[in-house]
């Protein structure tokens, strides 16, 4: 059962089949030198959701947000602080896009704290920001001190403006994309060069990070309440 109307070969299903085959091609390159095959299979899994977006009609902030986050993965998926850089910025812009999105799409702030439960996650949130920011200040060079605090707190009213609306796969998705950059950070800027984690965490961060942009897209897409 395919989850847009019509088979496989309809066009949504297919463009949906297509971003999920690319996900799992870069899932299986993420080990390998950077390449241009890399960057490409990289780039078009949430490229490709950014297509299936557009097509459906989705909201124009979804479209950007996720055609931003297609950009910072082809910045990713090359070596050397330029490109992190470049990623930063492309995945700064696409946070806010979905800030946008999502207070549009929600019932306002009140719900942190009508909703028990929202206020609870925001909280968990909150600290948990907190507390890989505090770990990166001592660890990354001064340079990259500032843009890091900027995308954390971006990330961090990213999560929680995501808990104002009533879709539930919206809401897992904020969640998995902030588990995905905590750990995505801790590779790269806490680990030992030579940890036996490395490799693990590298598979974890792309498996979380594609289920987020894949959670969020189809919460709106396809309307999924909680």
Known sequence: MMPFPGGIEANANATLLFSFVAA????????????????????????????????QGGPLPLVA???????????????????FLGGLASFLAGHIAYVALFLQAGGGLGLLSAESWRGAIALAMAAFSIVMLAALWRRVGPQLRIPVAVYVAAILVMGISALTTDKVWVIAGAVLFIASDGLLATERFLLAAISPHRVWM??????LYYAAQLAITLGFLLGVAG
């Open 24 to 55: 799992v091609i870069y899932a299986f390159a993420l080990d390998m030198p950077p390449k241009w095959t890399r960057t490409a299979a990289k780039t078009l899994a949430v490229g490709s959701l950014a297509v299936l977006a557009a097509m």
């Open 65 to 83: 947000a996720l055609g931003l986050s297609a950009v910072g993965d082809a910045f990713l998926s090359r070596d050397g602080e330029k490109a």
């Open 202 to 207: 590298r598979h974890a961060v792309w498996v």
